[in-house]
């Protein structure tokens, strides 16, 4: 195993930066700089040294391996951070014998194959360096501190047990087997089954929280869209016009509503219209505006239909409200944003709080697979429990669903998808 080394802060000009080196020559590479520390996990300042020039001073840290991040010996070299001084200590390890630059994502991606990390956790933690608000956050700390993987080996022991009992039944085929296994096995096929489906029905509301909730403003030309979302902005993020068609594309507007990503989206007038590309602009908005978490539909005034049906949570209003006294909303005096922005919020945080451990496809799908596997079981266990043999399979592939889902299996095709988003220090 190669030892590699990378800045592990972000690059620009800082107080500190962060070099790290992972490897079986680490502790040698800063021997080689400076005086090794002898205290494992303790910051000690050092006078870093690259043939008789000095480089900077540090504080140095070593963590022996397999107490560390990525399950090797590592060590931490805190710089200053300028650029000069960054670019000194990387030439100066790179000139070393049995180092080199690490590959986006490779310390990562050794703790994982030393068994620090499991994938789910590898996902949580690049869904933590990628969080912009407090949801997002706390989701991916809960993945990243092995709640997935906690869960999965309390299931995948579960069936571990109903597939011994089954088996026993199969290796004493020909003698009196006291005990009837079918209802322990049963008993705990429904705990893992009820689990799953729990965690399934969780997965959509933590992608969007992952990925963000959408509303689409929706509404006929003039109806005032375009100067809602730029006040809900607080910039002039679309352009207003009385001129009917103004807005022919999808503007986007990302906020953090009580901690929860949310973007508003301003979709084109709703009407007839014989403008090609205008038309192709109404169109885009129905799409997008049917496929949002929420839609804010807007009127001109009380009783007017709707330009699209509203679906559950939906929120119809009535625009102009500085000059029309039955109005909802104001983009001009700002009546009525404050409570369909608590409005907004509400919703998203009772959705929100359906979310589980669970957040991406690739964990739905594992799940997914693991819950069938088991329903078929059940089914043969109620009709033919002498089946055992082909029961005891059943357990054996949805235990190795759940091991797909936390990396033990089947999982190389997407380790370089997943590596891809890292940085270089991590």
Request: some cysteine.
């Amino acid at each position: 195993m190669d030892t590699i080394f990378a800045l592990a802060s972000a690059r620009g000009k800082s107080g500190v930066a962060v070099v790290r080196i992972s490897g079986p020559d680490a502790f040698r590479a800063v021997s080689e700089l400076t005086d090794l520390p002898k205290s494992p996990r303790t910051a000690t300042l050092r006078t870093l040294r690259s043939a008789d020039v000095v480089l900077d001073e540090a504080l140095v840290l070593i963590f022996p391996g397999p107490q560390s991040f990525t399950g090797e010996d590592v060590a931490e070299l805190h710089v200053h951070g300028s650029t000069a001084t960054v670019n000194a200590v990387l030439k100066a390890l790179s000139d070393l014998t049995g180092l080199r630059q690490a590959e986006a994502g490779e310390f990562t991606r050794r703790a994982l194959e030393n068994e620090r990390l499991d994938l789910a956790q590898v996902e949580g933690l690049s869904d933590l360096i990628e969080a912009e608000t407090e949801a997002q956050r706390l989701q991916a700390l809960r993945v990243l501190s092995g709640a997935l993987g906690q869960r999965a080996e309390r299931w995948r022991s579960k069936l571990i047990r109903a597939a011994a009992l089954l088996e026993a039944t199969i290796d004493f085929a020909d003698e009196e087997v006291p005990v009837d296994v079918s209802p322990e096995v049963n008993a705990l096929l429904d705990v893992v089954i009820a689990e799953l489906e729990k965690e399934i029905a969780g997965v959509a509301v933590s992608e969007r929280i992952r990925e963000g909730f959408e509303v689409a403003i929706v509404g006929p030309p003039n109806v005032g869209k375009s100067s809602l979302l730029n006040a809900l902005a607080g910039r002039e993020a679309a352009i207003t016009s009385d001129i009917a068609g103004t807005t022919r594309d999808v503007i986007e507007v990302h906020m953090d509503l009580q901690g929860l990503p949310v973007t508003f989206l301003d979709t084109a007038g709703l009407r007839v219209t014989d403008d090609h590309v205008e038309a192709l602009g109404i169109e885009r908005a129905r799409e997008r505006a049917k496929s949002a978490d929420l839609r804010i539909i807007l009127l001109s005034v009380v009783g007017e239909d709707p330009s699209v049906d509203p679906q559950p949570d939906d929120i119809v209003l009535v625009t102009k409200a500085d000059l029309n006294a039955t109005g909802d909303v104001s983009s001009v005096s700002g009546k009525g944003l404050d409570s369909l922005i608590y409005k907004v919020s509400g919703i998203f945080a009772s959705r929100a709080a359906g979310s589980g451990v669970a957040i991406r496809e690739r964990h739905r799908i594992a799940m997914v697979s693991a819950s069938a596997a088991l329903a078929h079981a059940k089914t043969q266990l109620s009709q033919s429990p002498e089946l055992a043999e082909i029961i005891a399979e059943d357990l054996r592939a949805a235990v190795r669903a759940l091991d797909a889902l936390v990396g033990r299996v089947d999982v190389e095709h997407i380790l370089d998808e997943i590596f891809s988003s890292f940085c270089i220090g991590k």
